[in-house]
């Protein structure tokens, strides 16, 4: 079955830098595009960034952008997100996710776990 | 970008039926698709609806997805207490390339 499961998540100071990995499973990594999503505690959903099958497109929401950046390793069939500078308020539990389309991107399906990230 | 409104909450009794809305006022809304996914407390998000109104697998016909135009509505019937969660729709925003969460409506069964 379709998985994906986070990990890289921690404890880190404002400015600091960290990366969040995403490894999938139970479906052809290649052909589809991976979501980042996050969730404040106590709050919804935040959309975070795109990349799409084929690594040709990358779009990020005006709070990340400049700062987060995503890449893809279909050697791995992993999904990475890189996280500069962050702040207190990208505290939140991280959530990468497959795209629901084969071949564009559209909007998520499958689900990981989620990963926490706190700022302080 | 735009904003989807959802109403902060709902609640109907074991049984009945419920129905939530999502709404926006961009006309990339009114002419794009939508999904919906609950999520349960402490859990992952899981899709329920994609395309307007294609059930996702795993889920009963008892959810079920409608749009029009600039709103869309999840309802579910037949209520259960596993019901109660978060819902949340969302969109792609084909004019900035973004996608657009509305703000979660919970549900309670009485």
């Known amino acids: 079955q379709v998985q994906l499961v986070e990990s890289g998540g921690r404890v880190v100071k404002p400015g600091r830098s960290l990366r969040l990995s995403c490894v999938t499973s139970?479906?052809?990594?290649?052909?589809?595009?991976i979501h980042w999503i996050r969730q404040a505690p106590g709050k919804g959903l935040e959309w975070v960034a795109v990349?799409?099958?084929?690594?040709?497109?990358?779009y990020y929401a005006d709070s990340v952008k400049g700062r987060f950046t995503t890449s893809r390793d279909s050697a791995l069939d992993t999904s990475f997100l890189q996280m500069n500078n962050l702040r207190v308020e990208d505290t939140a539990t991280y959530y990468c996710?497959?795209?629901?389309?084969?071949?564009?991107?559209?909007?998520?399906?499958?689900w990981g776990r989620g990963i926490p990230v706190t700022v302080s | 970008h735009f904003e989807l409104t959802q109403p902060p909450s709902v609640s109907a009794a074991p049984g009945q039926k419920v129905a939530i809305s999502c709404s926006g006022s961009?006309?990339?809304?009114?002419?794009?698709?939508v999904s919906w996914y609950q999520q349960v407390p402490g859990a992952a998000p899981k899709l329920i609806i994609f395309?307007?109104?294609k059930r996702a697998s795993g889920f009963p016909a008892r959810f079920s997805g409608s749009k029009s135009g600039p709103s869309a509505s999840l309802a579910i019937s037949g209520l259960q207490t596993g019901d109660e969660a978060d819902y949340y729709c969302a969109t792609w925003d084909s004019r900035l390339n973004l996608v657009v969460f509305g703000g979660g409506t919970l549900l309670t069964v009485l």
């Open positions: 990349m799409s099958y084929d690594e040709t497109e990358a």
């Open positions: 139970g479906f052809s990594f290649a052909n589809y595009a």
């Open positions: 996710a497959r795209d629901t389309t084969f071949g564009v991107i559209s909007l998520p399906n499958y």
């Open positions: 395309d307007n109104n």
């Open positions: 961009d006309s990339t809304f009114a002419s794009g698709s």
